[in-house]
């Protein structure tokens, strides 16, 4: 179907926007994952009873720590890696040559025998940074997805039994005096 000049055209800038707009919501994940989170993390895990400048500043240290880190495991990854291989395989044909309209019915007929060549190769695509990101987020959020799933679902069960243990019990009128005779001289 051929469409007009304007709607293709439309249609072309339409693909780029949506290639930039997941370019953003990738790389903003990325940002956050590796920026925002952890600084966050070690500004609230610093010393409290320090004074509001030296936690900025041990955050920060140990924010580029960890940028460092990443960095030397996503960039040099990303130089070895950026590879795709998929597989392919390729039929060609020969139509130029004569093939006999009659074929033996008990006979076998291959590829071959009808002058086509079968080719099987790997094709390399180099991938963007984008891409590998997604992978790699992707790839680590699976991991931490089967490594703390089954981790909360085992412990689910435990506390439910530990709320159904140290449930609230109805006290005897006794008991409940005493109780309030000892908490009242406490305040």
């Known amino acids: 179907m051929l469409l007009p000049l304007d709607v293709a055209n439309t ?86 040559a004569t093939i006999s309209p009659f074929v033996d019915a008990t006979a076998d007929v291959t590829m071959e025998d009808v002058l086509c060549k079968t080719i099987e190769a790997h094709l390399k695509i180099t991938v963007g940074f984008q891409i590998y990101v997604i992978t790699v987020m992707c790839f680590l959020g699976w991991l931490m997805l089967c490594f703390f799933l089954p981790t909360g679902l085992w412990a689910y069960p435990f506390d439910l039994i530990g709320k159904w243990v140290q449930r609230p019990k109805p006290m005897r009128e006794d008991e409940f005096n005493r109780s309030k005779f000892e908490l009242a001289a406490k305040v």
């Open 11 to 96: 249609h072309e800038d339409t693909n780029i926007n949506m290639y930039m707009f997941w370019y953003i919501v990738y790389m903003s994940s990325l940002f956050y994952i590796c920026v925002v989170l952890p600084y966050g993390l070690y500004f609230s895990e610093a010393d409290e009873e320090k004074e509001f400048k030296w936690r900025i500043c041990s955050a920060f240290k140990n924010e580029i720590i960890t940028l460092v880190i990443i960095s030397l495991f996503l960039f040099p990854s990303f130089a070895y890696m950026k590879y795709s291989y998929i597989p392919v395989t390729a039929h060609t044909c020969n139509a130029s």
